[in-house]
């Protein structure tokens, strides 16, 4: 082979090569703007990861508020439920001792008074006598029925 065509190879080699380097060249540019364009989206990207860093941390102090609110709530609401229960009971009381002890004696006392036929100075000895006896007697028994709940209520 001659030095001409042995240069006439090496040319077509060169410009082979210079055509590869070329579109490399072309690949590469298109790449660096890829890269960057990659670059400007991860920036945005970290900036939402950051903002979204801060609302998670505010949604948590706001869950740790809503869990402590709830917390007092729950704790309103049973001493709420004791007050009520305890309302009740005294409710209850009261409606005892009015059927019980306080109707009982108006009732002694309005029957006593169907007694006036009698003669007045025997009748009220006798009566009276009857009547605070009566009164007694519910009384003790108003009395008695309070401290066997407060002995079932203790117990």
Excluded: P, W, Y
């Excluded at 970290?46 to 949604?59: A, G, N």
């Excluded at 036929?117 to 009566?127: F, S």
């Amino acid at each position: 082979m001659s030095d001409n065509e042995i240069l006439q190879q090496i040319l077509a080699v060169t410009q082979s090569l210079k055509a590869d380097v070329s579109s490399l060249k072309t690949d590469v540019g298109s790449l660096k703007a890829d890269v960057s364009s990659l670059k400007t989206d991860v920036g945005t990207l970290k900036t939402d990861v950051s903002s979204l860093k801060t609302d998670v941390e505010s949604l948590k102090t706001d869950m740790k508020t809503v869990k402590s609110d709830v917390q007092d709530l729950k704790s309103d609401v049973r001493t709420l439920k004791t007050d009520m229960q305890d309302t009740k009971h005294r409710i209850t009381s009261l409606e005892l001792t009015l059927e019980n002890e306080t109707n009982r004696n108006i009732r002694l006392i309005a029957e006593g008074q169907l007694d006036l036929g009698r003669k007045l100075d025997q009748a009220l000895m006798v009566e009276n006598q009857k009547e605070m006896l009566l009164i007694r007697v519910n009384t003790l028994e108003n009395e008695m029925r309070k401290l066997k709940e407060q002995m079932v209520t203790t117990s």
